[in-house]
């Protein structure tokens, strides 16, 4: 019992400083408030991402900031155009946040235009005028910590990065952006369910709109479930245009999943998980919820989850071994160019990971074996994949893949130590 202590024990203090630190570092401090004022014009150089963006937040009364972290009473939406300073000025996988205002569009990002959208016509000619010829939209969903500015910038990011062939829509509910207001956001993420309802229902229900995929990470992936899972029970299935859930490092119990997943029951969308075992944030979620795991942090080759991924036809990225400029590791599905080219190149589309029956884990394996060279006339008996996949193809070949690099290494020393 820690009741009553001045500090907390020791151990816990070993665990959550850190974390908590963390968390403080990977926030907004040093950054320019005010940021969609619109500064940049449309002639800025590099490209231009136009964002509808839906919320459930409280408008701010700033124009600088639009809508605050508390809750509002209905549903608001904006039409919002973010400048992304050229590739030659930038890395892909970050946002170039301004130092100061007015941002230089040249070497940051900029806000060009910013719009109310007020009535459904409204929202449906914004539509018209973006969806590309696969009539696809992307609906986003930020996690825990966002503020509204951070949500907007992050998400043309990872539009831009991605090439994303799709109308961009972001759904951002009340987060106040403090790790010390968690279960504010948990509770804002109950409140806004009935909101992300609202939003799916009206873009799958408009007849131009042929697919919908939706991407939401954290605590957004709990939101966008529960969304889903309420769909399903309303409806008696999730819409059929919602054809693709993908979930990046969801802060999500494993247990509410299951029963999530099954009253979303099947015909469903696809899911495609993206998670890594060194995710911090998601360390720190899991002791504060009752040590249970967190969707996001499990070993997608250890049971039960193995074979229960398998049974479920769910694929999952591993990305633990992935290095990542993200203190928390929290963050790698939007930061790494190969994830965010994987998203925009394959997982938009609706394709199967596995195509023409060769599983991309294989495909992986294949690439790693033809990078197990001799160095020093010894070879390298290590072979890593910073980013190993797992659907329901390759699980079922993937100890048979590692068996051909194994003998591959093994031959190549034979050969070596011959020579």
């Not at 990971?353 to 074996?369: K, P």
Request: glycine residues 8%; neutral net charge; contains cysteine.
């Amino acid at each position: 019992m820690i009741t009553g202590a001045a500090h907390p024990p020791r151990r816990l203090r070993a665990v959550f400083l850190p974390l908590l630190l963390a968390l403080s570092l990977a926030g907004c401090a040093g950054r320019p408030e005010g940021v969609l004022i619109p500064t940049a014009s449309a002639a800025a150089p590099g490209q231009v991402v136009d964002i509808f963006v839906a919320t459930t937040r409280q408008p701010s009364g700033d124009p600088g900031i639009l809508f605050s972290g508390e809750r509002g009473r209905d549903l608001e939406a904006t039409a919002i155009t973010v400048s992304i300073p050229p590739d030659a000025n930038r890395k892909i996988g970050e946002v170039q946040w301004p130092k100061r205002l007015p941002a230089d569009p040249a070497k940051e990002f900029a806000t060009v235009r910013v719009e109310p959208v007020q009535t459904e016509k409204d929202a449906n000619r914004w539509l018209s005028r973006h969806l590309p010829p696969a009539k696809r939209v992307l609906v986003f969903v930020h996690g825990f910590n966002n503020r509204y500015e951070e949500a907007v910038y992050r998400f043309a990011q990872i539009v831009h990065d991605s090439k994303a062939d799709a109308a961009p829509v972001l759904f951002t509910w009340p987060s106040r952006a403090s790790i010390f207001d968690y279960n504010y956001d948990k509770e804002s993420a109950n409140y806004s369910r009935d909101g992300l309802e609202r939003v799916l229902d009206q873009i799958a229900d408009d007849p131009q709109v042929a697919d919908v995929v939706v991407l939401a990470h954290s605590m957004g992936s709990w939101l966008t479930v529960e969304a889903l899972r309420q769909m399903a029970i309303r409806d008696g299935r999730v819409p059929g245009k919602i054809s693709n859930v993908i979930l990046a490092s969801p802060d999500l119990d494993v247990d509410v999943f299951a029963q999530q997943f099954k009253t979303i029951g099947t015909p469903g969308p696809r899911f495609t998980l993206f998670v890594s075992r060194d995710d911090r944030a998601l360390q720190l979620s899991r002791r504060i919820s009752g040590s249970v795991d967190r969707l996001g942090q499990v070993d997608p080759t250890a049971e039960p989850y193995r074979s229960q991924f398998e049974a479920a036809g769910i694929s999952v990225i591993d990305l633990t071994a992935l290095e990542s400029g993200d203190p928390l590791n929290h963050g790698k599905f939007a930061q790494s160019p190969q994830v965010v080219q994987l998203i925009g190149t394959r997982l938009l589309a609706g394709q199967e990971i596995a195509t023409t029956n060769v599983a991309l884990g294989e495909r992986l394996g294949a690439i790693a074996l033809g990078t197990a060279q001799t160095v020093g006339g010894v070879a390298s008996a290590t072979v890593s994949a910073p980013i190993a996949v797992f659907d329901p193809q390759t699980r079922r070949t993937y100890g048979e893949q590692i068996n051909r690099v194994g003998r591959s290494i093994e031959n190549t020393v034979i050969s070596t130590v011959a020579q």
